[in-house]
Each structure stands twice: as C-alpha cells, then as structure tokens.
C-alpha cells in the first residue's frame, strides 16, 4: 500500500554538486509531476510526463532534468546545485485525474 | 495560461464556526479540480475532486461547489474544529492537459 515514495527524504548539497530524486509509484498510473514548494510561493511545477518514456516542461523547469524510463519511476536531477534550488521537491502522479502525491523531499544547498 | 487565486491567504476562526475558502482560475475549460489539506511540514493529502460535469461533492463536513463559468471553487466546511488547522491547497489543470496548477494556499487556524 505504498502509492507515492519519494527518495531521499533529506539531503544537503554543497554549490555545484549534483544529485537525483527518485520518485517511484506503484498504482499503475500514466502521469507523473515533479513540483517543488516554497514559503509564499505555493506549489510550482517543474517538469511533468504523460507516459514512459515521455517529458515535458513545466513552469520552472530551468536547473532541471528528468527522465521517465520505467511507467513507475520518474527522476529529477539536479546537474549543478544552487542555493535557489533550496526547496521542498514533491512528487505526484495521477491517472483519472486525482493527484496523489508523495511526502516531499527537503533539499538544502549550501 | 492557467492562474489559481486563493482568497483570503490566511484564516483565523472560533472553533464551530462554518467557513467557506474560495479558489478562482482564469480558464475555465478544466475537466477536474481538486483541493489539498497540507499540515505544517508534511505532504499533501487528497480532499475532494470535482468533475466538470459535478457542481458538488461532499465528504462528512467539507462540501465543494465547482462554478466553471465563473471560475470558482468553495471549499465549505461545517463546524469546524482545532483539527481542521492547516493550509488549504487547490489545484487545476491548464486547458487541454493534465498540468495541474496550485494556488497559493488559505492557511487556517481554528481557535478552541
């Protein structure tokens, strides 16, 4: 009964490190969503897929990759930290329309 | 280009007092919306979803209404209590996709 996990929970990053969350879900669904939140900023989509094998930008996508190879996983990289990326990273993903989403992932970069 | 508004951004109310949180969008031609509780730190849990087609749906004290011609949404809730403290998110896909867009939030505070 796991729905949405997201990996790692927490992690620090120094300036210019790189790193990958992983986002894995087991209901089966075609979408998947990468956001991230901030304080007074509410949620922003960063990149999104519609199926494997598929991406595609969403509001903030600059800073970012991602790659959906496998229907259950969807990974965001980061290839160069900066401290702007400093946030809370959620994953959701969807089939019919109703988002689930994960716990949230909170990111530091010094 | 889809934009969520949500009035007001911060709520503070007498425990059992009803209330109505308000979420408006720019396009109409959505096929769904949801609204999200988000505790202080924790992810976000599922509340209701409206279909275009439903104008209502109820789940025990919340009831949301989906008016797409003029673009809002309320979130009613009934009796509210210290345990209804939370951010209250609502998210709409952008015409044609399934690109959810949030709004910024309501942040309530029940008073016991």
């Known amino acids: 009964n796991a729905g949405v996990t997201q990996t790692p929970k927490f992690r620090v990053l120094k300036t210019g490190q790189s790193m990958t969350l992983l986002c894995a879900q087991d209901m089966n669904h075609e979408y998947m969503y990468w956001y991230r939140q901030d304080p007074g900023m509410g949620l922003r989509l960063i990149h999104y897929s519609v199926g494997e094998g598929t991406t595609a930008k969403g509001e903030v996508p600059d800073g970012y990759n991602v790659s959906r190879l496998k229907k259950q996983n969807f990974l965001l990289g980061l290839e160069s930290a900066a401290p702007s990326q400093t946030s809370v990273y959620f994953c959701?993903?969807?089939?019919?329309?109703?988002?689930?989403f994960g716990e949230g992932s909170r990111l530091t970069v010094l | 280009k889809q934009e969520v508004t949500q009035i007001p951004a911060a709520l503070s109310v007498p425990e059992g007092e009803n209330l109505v949180l308000n979420c408006s969008f720019t396009d109409s031609a959505i096929y769904n919306l949801q609204w999200f509780r988000q505790d202080p730190g924790k992810g976000l849990t599922s509340l209701l979803l409206?279909?275009?087609?439903?104008r209502e749906q109820t789940s025990g004290r919340l009831n949301a209404s989906l008016d797409k011609s003029s673009g809002r949404s309320t979130l009613y809730i009934a009796a509210s209590q210290p345990g209804d403290s939370a951010t209250y998110l609502c998210?709409?896909?952008?015409?044609?996709?399934?690109?959810?867009?949030f709004g910024t939030g309501t942040r309530l505070k029940v008073l016991a």
């Open positions: 409206i279909q275009s087609s439903q």
């Open positions: 959701a993903s969807s089939d019919t329309g109703e988002l689930f």
């Open positions: 998210a709409v896909p952008t015409s044609g996709t399934y690109k959810y867009i």
